[in-house]
């Protein structure tokens, strides 16, 4: 299993950038397909963005394609999640994800039910 620590939320204006970092300590993490999730108050957590086990496939959200990338390091056993062009809407407590082989599978957590980790969020607000 791993780890995962995000880092790198806060408030920030409309427009503006922010990028989040999710650490993931433990064994294996290249195995392990990577997300991001959102859950706003009063709203269920979901999907954002997610990224292969070698990072040759990404996925995204349409509410947040074309503003958003996600890349990893797995030298560094990090993911990151670069947001451009912030909207008020956007504003959320942000997860990192894992999603552990499934037998021989690799698997890129798109749906909650993939994830097998959770990281402990890491709150983006954007101001209008």
């Known amino acids: 299993q791993v780890q995962l620590v995000e880092s790198g939320g806060g408030l920030v204006q409309a427009g503006g950038s922010l990028r989040l970092s999710c650490a993931a300590s433990g064994r294996a993490f290249s195995t392990y397909g990577m997300g991001w999730f959102r859950q706003a108050p009063g709203k269920e957590r979901e999907f954002v963005a997610a990224?292969?086990?070698?990072?040759?496939?990404?996925y995204y959200a349409d509410s947040v394609k074309g503003r958003f990338a996600i890349s990893r390091d797995n030298a560094k056993n990090t993911v990151y999640l670069q947001m451009n062009s912030l909207k008020p809407e956007d504003t959320a407590v942000y997860y990192c994800?894992?999603?552990?082989?499934?037998?021989?599978?690799?698997?890129?957590?798109?749906?909650?039910?993939?994830?097998?980790?959770w990281g402990q969020g890491t709150q983006v607000t954007v101001s209008s």
């Open positions: 994800a894992a999603a552990q082989m499934r037998g021989s599978r690799y698997v890129t957590p798109l749906k909650l039910k993939d994830c097998d980790q």
């Open positions: 990224i292969s086990w070698s990072g040759g496939t990404t």
